[in-house]
């Protein structure tokens, strides 16, 4: 069929390399939440501003039965409520026409001979060229059975003619360090390591893509970026939403493995790491995975003074009384899985020893904000008085979302006769500079994995020590006994009074972003 001419505006000032080929999207798991919210309205997205390839063709797989029709309908209905921009009918309807549907059980063979059979149907007929991009959107439980299959029928490798098969594998890549590792042996039984696309959609979110480009296009602030000046780093995500019927995954996940393991460990990657030699994926993915090798490993003689769990009781979060976590659907009443937690992490390497990063990450707080703010040491002598007041001291805080932006925080003197002096701010906005929201993080993520560009994705050994250090803190958790404290804090909070109290026992004190 005769495609949208890509726009391909990556090519502008770049090398042709970077243009999407044909090839056809496989999505495992395309009745489930992730395509209906986040896939297929990026999808679109991408297809309205032409950076999709030519020729292209989206496959959907999954249990429930139904044709291509009842997929592309249901795809719509799903689209109009979750896309970024309003659908346009037209567009709509040429984006559903590459739309097709194949019902299976992710054991049966048969499906993927079918699926196979599709495919070469695709690059005849729609000109995909035998390139393949795999996504698997399913619950984790069926990863391995997915990649075996697609192993056995061949499907690894590119149809006829084509250059490429990549496979991109969601959130979470096991539970600890053993099945992490487990499930990647799988993978790289079949998919080498180049093809294979782990997300972390924060990677996707621009915000947490400016952090290296402010870091290291700017010359004033490297130098500042380290121990000598920085007091502390304090790294926030906080969330309103409760566990949104999603119990029993977080029962088995918690905080930690949650939000910490992978969203906070990047944020902290990319806030800490040394400046990479080049752009190239894996120049980036050294500097980073460096930074979790640097991660001094928990002790259960420290972990309750450098830790916090918590779960949140029933409260009031905007405006609106909510049950407590033990009262969640298919949550146990005795839960002891945490919501919350607040860490105390050091980095033993030249730029950043002494210096603590707290790290904190709850469901059910007031508010959904994530930021990473350093907070610079008071200045060595002070002249001017603060008229009483505790000094305020100078912060750089990047807000990764929601109001995305930059604020610097610093005193400046009132006018008047009297040398008063007061904390203002200086302000970077997305919206006011560049007169537009960020982009949805998975438009970026699919786009990049169509270009083979896994900058933005995540690599084995990346992923391999952050369950390690994880592990170990389960571990030192664990050696503190089944009774040990579980704090607790009423939703609509800023968590437990113990992670305030973590926090002045060092002289500092919780932000309120
Ligand atoms: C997911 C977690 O990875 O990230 C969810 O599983 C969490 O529990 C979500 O709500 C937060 O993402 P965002 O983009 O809303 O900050």
New binding site residues.
């Given amino acids: 069929m005769a495609g949208r001419e890509p726009r391909n505006p990556l090519r502008e000032g770049m090398s042709d390399d970077r243009a999407p080929d044909a090839g056809a999207l496989v999505i495992f798991g395309a009745s489930g939440d992730l395509a209906r919210r986040k896939l297929l309205p990026a999808l679109y997205n991408l297809y309205l501003e032409r950076w999709l390839p030519g020729a292209f063709a989206i496959v959907g797989v999954a249990r429930r039965p139904m044709g291509d029709a009842e997929f592309a309908s249901t795809m719509h209905a799903a689209v109009a409520e979750h896309s970024r921009r309003s659908l346009d009918a037209t567009l709509w309807e040429e984006l559903a026409s590459r739309m097709s549907y194949i019902a299976t059980d992710f054991e049966d063979p048969q499906g993927y001979a079918r699926l196979r059979m599709h495919l070469e149907q695709l690059d005849r007929e729609r000109g995909t060229g035998g390139n393949r991009l795999y996504y698997l959107a399913t619950p984790p439980s069926a990863f391995p059975a997915i990649v075996l299959r697609l192993g056995e029928a061949g499907l690894h490798r590119a149809g006829p003619g084509g250059r490429w098969v990549r496979i991109v594998v969601e959130?979470p890549v096991g539970r600890d360090l053993a099945s992490a590792r487990e499930l990647n042996e799988t993978i790289n039984r079949y998919f080498p390591e180049r093809s294979v696309f782990r997300i972390d959609?924060?990677l996707g979110?621009e915000t947490v893509q400016n952090l290296m480009v402010f870091r290291f296009a700017n010359a004033i602030f490297e130098p500042l970026w380290n121990r000598q000046y920085v007091d502390h780093v304090q790294i926030t995500?906080a969330?309103s939403?409760g566990v949104e019927g999603?119990g029993r995954y977080?029962e088995e996940a918690g905080a930690t493995r949650?939000?910490v393991q992978?969203?906070m460990f990047q944020l902290l990657c990319l806030t800490a790491m040394e400046p990479p030699v080049s752009l190239a994926a894996d120049a980036i993915r050294d500097e980073k995975v460096k930074v979790l090798h640097a991660l001094r490993p928990p002790e259960a003689a420290r972990v309750a003074e450098d830790s916090v769990r918590a779960q949140y009781v029933a409260g009031v979060v905007g405006g609106r009384r909510v049950p407590g976590y033990r009262e969640e659907p298919a949550v146990a009443a005795d839960s002891r899985t945490e919501t919350y937690v607040a860490l105390r992490v050091f980095l033993d390497n030249w730029r950043w020893a002494g210096t603590p990063f707290y790290l904190r990450s709850g469901k059910r707080m007031p508010k959904?904000v994530?930021e990473v703010a350093l907070q610079f040491r008071d200045v060595p002598h002070r002249l001017f008085g603060t008229g009483g007041r505790r000094p305020v001291p100078n912060t750089l805080a990047v807000r990764i979302?929601p109001d995305e932006g930059i604020t610097l925080r610093f005193d400046a003197k009132v006018p008047g006769p009297q040398p008063r002096i007061q904390p203002v701010t200086m302000e970077f906005r997305y919206g006011t500079s560049f007169g537009q929201e960020p982009p949805e993080?998975y438009e970026r993520l699919l786009l990049d994995a169509w270009l083979g560009d896994a900058t933005l994705f995540i690599r084995r050994d990346e992923v391999e020590a952050s369950w390690a250090f994880v592990d170990q803190l389960f571990a030192a958790w664990e050696a503190l006994g089944p009774e040990a404290p579980l704090a607790e804090y009423p939703a609509g909070s800023w968590g437990p009074s113990e992670a305030d109290v973590m926090l002045a026992r060092d002289g500092r004190q919780w932000r309120r972003p």
Avoid: F, G, I, T
């Fill in positions: 959130k959609h924060y979110k995500v969330e939403l999603r977080y949650d939000m992978n969203h959904r994530s979302q993080a």
